[in-house]
Nanobody
Framework: QVQLVESGGGVVPPGGSLRLSCAASGFTFSAYRMSWYRQAPGKERELVAGITRAGGSTSYADPVKGRFTISRDNAKNTVYLQMNSLKPEDTAVYFC?????????WGQGTQVTVSS
């Protein structure tokens, strides 16, 4: 059974940091590219960051460049999103996504709220 379980969300003041984790099971994690998306209330889901299968290449959406870092540990079947200098506009539900050659999987999401 394929599972992607996000954790690490919460409420943080502006300028704070959070580290999200996404634990994968039920598929060959190292064979999948991994991404983080987010969806704010009333808005479409948007890509935040992506990382290749071995972790050698990463990419970021412009609003988070220089503040967020995506990484993965294939031995632990986990992808991370380190979020620094958080802003109120980063408030959203954050989802991880696994993309393979013929299939893809989504997690259920974790809420991040940036508020004083």
């Amino acid at each position: 059974q394929v599972q992607l379980v996000e954790s690490g969300g919460g409420v943080v003041p502006p300028g704070g940091s959070l580290r999200l984790s996404c634990a994968a099971s039920g598929f060959t994690f190292s064979a999948y590219r991994m991404s983080w998306y987010r969806q704010a209330p009333g808005k479409e889901r948007e890509l935040v960051a992506g990382i290749t299968r071995a972790g050698g290449s990463t990419s970021y959406a412009d609003p988070v460049k220089g503040r967020f870092t995506i990484s993965r540990d294939n031995a632990k079947n986990t992808v991370y999103l380190q979020m620094n200098s958080l802003k109120p506009e980063d408030t959203a539900v954050y989802f991880c996504k696994a993309v393979g050659v013929v299939d893809e999987y989504w997690g259920q999401g974790t809420q991040v709220t940036v508020s004083s």
